[in-house]
């Protein structure tokens, strides 16, 4: 793997029982030439060595990465590469299907959570890890009631603040202004844009610590695509976001950091404008410049 | 790791602009280039032509170079329009746009090598209308030399684009200080002529500025050269010494 971590101990550190936790969560440093200034963040959740298996096939092969706290990761690579894969071990959602299995771990910070250890509740996780998909998924019910349903899972029952964390999770989501007065309106009167707005304000109600992000755009039109953008960008500010795409002009405009799988490993992992400007692996340049095929 | 499968899987590619799954990509990247080489060739031979006109003080030679600039200023705006339509329709990344952006920026160092290409040509004009040629045979040996040796290094600079290759433009950035040396042994000349001798002292200022345009051509060669060691590396050399230079 050609990667610019530099300090991928302190990602390794993150296993430790004995590392530190809370402010003096692992940090990663990402490698500078002479031109490049050196970036120190927080990790916010450690993959190692993960690798997962569907039976006897195994999808992903020893991934080591680095998630950034309160940065954009895009994961690009052709289709099959395992990149939906790779996303879905976040929230194990994998644990829906039968007869597959991890190895390895992703590990959460602060609390050095192992997101795929096989102690660990996948419904726990689920409650850290928010998850919007390809298409917009709205439950059958009214705009107030599809961000209020994770709170009221929750034991949420207070209507004012119900109300309260409503509208902060679809003022967060940049729809507030265009439901704010049809609030009681079916989830399925919206438009396609707003839709998978609405589903990304109600992934935000409940305070997820990373959201992932698949294809999130890739059923909407031009003017939606730039508004969940935009969005995304925004939404670093308070949380972390992990990101599958296909659009690869998607990857360079949104993410802070890119890495690039092919046949379920990762090939490199760099800031983005440094993917996209110059990669150091020829496959990383053959890909994103559709020499690929 | 995935080298090996991605080695079996990748092109290995005899032409570095080729290879996109997209062909007309291909095609405007190929026409870009070509373009941009075609010019570095148009503006080589107005150096020689332009020094050959000024050492031989040869007026038709000297419109030639004239008569040509209009073609180096189409290409300016050709290859740049060329450089600017790919960036806005394909969407380059990586080393493709490395190329449309270093290319642009070379049509400029090209134009302005074209530019010092002319003013020694109306200088060469003026020479084959009577003025005094003593200051131009005084330094004629460095003129002929600093005239080989920037249109080598143009030469060199664009077969560089030509082939993407980083190590010859390297060799070209560190020729620039043999071509300084030149320009500061031929102004010693110079001066001493000027105080031996103030009658023509008119035709000495032109010289020099002769000298110094061609000093200038080489510093577009380097820049051009940068430029190639940019494209085929992703390294910016800009503002940074040669190693192997002075």
């Known amino acids: ?293 | 790791m995935a080298e090996l499968a991605l080695g079996e899987r990748s092109f290995m590619l005899s032409d570095p602009m080729e290879g996109h799954t997209a062909k007309a990509f291909d095609g405007a990247l190929t026409e870009l280039r070509l373009h941009a080489v075609g010019m570095g060739g148009l503006v080589i031979d107005q150096v020689s032509t332009a020094v050959r006109a000024l050492l031989d003080a040869d007026a038709n030679l000297a419109q030639t170079v004239l008569a040509r600039e209009s073609q180096v200023n189409d290409l300016e705006r050709t290859v740049d329009r060329e450089a600017f339509e790919l960036i806005a329709l394909h969407q380059p990344v990586a080393g493709d746009l490395r190329m449309a952006t270093a290319v642009s920026r070379m049509t400029v160092e090209l134009e302005r090598a074209g530019d010092e290409s002319k003013k020694i040509a109306r200088f060469a004009g003026r020479m084959a209308g009577g003025e005094p040629q003593g200051p131009v045979r005084a330094v004629a040996r460095y003129l002929q030399h600093m005239a080989e040796l920037t249109t080598g290094m143009l030469r060199d600079a664009v077969r560089a684009l030509d082939e993407s290759n980083a190590d010859l433009a390297e060799r070209v950035r560190a020729r620039d200080s043999e071509l300084d040396a030149e320009f500061a042994a031929a102004l010693r000349q110079l001066m001493t002529l000027a105080m031996q001798d103030q009658r023509y002292l008119g035709v000495t200022i032109d010289t020099v500025f002769a000298l110094k345009g061609l000093e200038r051509i080489g510093d577009h060669a380097k820049n051009i050269a940068e430029q190639v060691v940019f494209i085929a590396s992703g390294r910016d050399m800009r503002h940074k010494k040669s190693q192997a230079g002075a």
Not at chain 1, 48 to 59: I, K, P, T, V
């Open chain 1, 1 to 293: 793997m050609e990667t610019a971590v530099a300090n991928e101990d302190a990602a390794r550190n993150a296993h430790n029982p004995a590392s530190p936790t809370g402010s003096q969560t692992p940090r990663v440093s990402i490698a500078v030439d002479d031109t490049r200034k050196v970036r120190t963040l927080h990790v916010k959740a450690a993959v190692d060595n993960l690798s997962f298996y569907y039976g006897q096939h195994r999808a992903l092969k020893n991934l080591t990465i680095p998630i950034a706290e309160r940065q954009v990761t895009a994961l690009i690579g052709p289709s099959g590469c395992g990149k939906s894969t790779f996303l879905r071990c976040f929230n194990r959602m994998h644990d829906l299907q039968p007869d597959t299995r991890y190895e390895g771990s992703i590990t959460l910070h602060p609390d050095d959570l192992n997101l795929v250890g096989p102690g660990v509740d996948p419904i726990e996780v689920r409650m850290r890890i928010g998850m919007v998909f390809q298409k917009p998924n709205p439950f059958p019910k009214s705009v107030f009631e599809n961000v209020a349903y994770g709170l009221r899972l929750r034991g949420m029952r207070n209507r004012a603040t119900l109300a309260e964390e409503v509208e902060k999770a679809l003022r967060g989501s940049a729809l507030w202004d265009e439901v704010k007065d049809r609030l009681q309106d079916s989830a399925l009167a919206l438009s396609g844009g707003q839709m998978q707005r609405l589903c990304i304000a109600r992934a935000l109600a409940t305070t997820p610590e990373i959201l992932l992000f698949d294809e999130p755009t890739s059923a909407l039109d031009p003017i939606a695509t730039a508004k969940i953008e935009e969005l995304i960008s925004t939404l670093r500010d308070q949380v972390t976001v992990l990101i599958v795409t296909h659009n690869m002009q998607q990857a360079a405009r949104v993410s802070d950091y890119t890495a690039f799988m092919y046949l379920g490993e990762l090939i490199e992992f760099d800031e983005a404008a440094k993917i996209f400007t110059n990669p150091a692996k020829k496959a990383t340049e053959d890909y994103i410049t559709g020499r690929y095929g």
